[in-house]
């Protein structure tokens, strides 16, 4: 079955960049959504279609898919990132949508 | 403003069934396709269910096949998932979330409800 893979946790310093892939065969192929989700809130689209943001998402969050790896970038880190990142795709073949098992981002 | 609501969630013996409801405000429900996903206690987000605006295209997750029923009422503005033979790896938040075009079918989730636990246990 497709499942991404994604690192199980990022750390970064505030005011650096963090980057968060997600992998899996041909994944640049396929669409891939990013969502954030902090403790206890549901989670927030942030980046859909690779690369674009959807409206109040700051221009800090930025996404690239390419060959077996799909990046969410996020710059310039402030406290308020520090959440559960996950990226997800809709497998054609199944007709499934897959998640991937999401990384934790912690801000030093 | 733009809203789900998700209600019907509870402790279940497992076996039994439960229905979940979603009732969306906001915007004009039968317009855009919508979902389910749960998330385990301390774990990872997983998709459920997908219906498309009109109910003729529907698609589960091999977990909840044969299981799960996901319908919708356009006149009612709701969304509902029917729920049989719980399972224990049923336990879950699940929520409710809405396509983020209208009349296409993206796959990115743009709304999302504030979840309705369901716990399966004897």
């Known amino acids: 079955s497709y499942v991404p893979t994604q690192p199980p946790s990022v750390s970064v310093a505030p005011g650096k960049t963090a980057r968060i892939t997600c992998g899996e065969d041909?994944?640049?192929?396929?669409?891939v959504h990013w969502y954030q989700q902090k403790p206890g809130q549901a989670p927030v689209l942030v980046i859909y279609y690779d690369s674009d943001r959807p409206s109040g998402i700051p221009e800090r969050f930025s996404g690239s898919n390419s060959g077996n790896t799909a990046t969410l970038t996020i710059g310039r880190v402030e406290a308020g990132d520090e959440a559960d990142y996950y990226c997800q795709v809709w497998d054609s073949s199944s007709d499934h949508v897959v998640f991937g098992g999401g990384t934790k981002l912690t801000v030093l | 403003e733009v809203q789900l609501v998700e209600s019907g969630g509870g402790l279940v013996q497992p076996g039994r069934s439960l229905r979940l409801s979603c009732a969306a405000s906001g915007f004009t429900f039968d317009n855009y396709v919508m979902y389910w996903v749960r998330q385990p206690p301390g774990k990872g987000l997983e998709w459920v269910s997908g219906i498309s605006w009109n109910s003729g295209h529907i698609a589960y997750a091999d977990s909840v096949t044969g299981r799960f029923t996901i319908s919708r009422d356009n006149a009612k503005n709701s969304l509902y998932l029917q729920m049989n033979s719980l399972r224990a790896e049923d336990t879950a938040l699940y929520y409710c979330?809405?396509?983020?075009?209208?009349?296409?079918?993206?796959?990115?989730?743009?709304?999302w409800g504030q979840g309705t636990m369901v716990t399966v246990s004897s």
């Open positions: 041909k994944i640049g192929t396929k669409s």
């Open positions: 979330t809405r396509d983020l075009r209208v009349g296409a079918t993206t796959y990115a989730f743009a709304i």
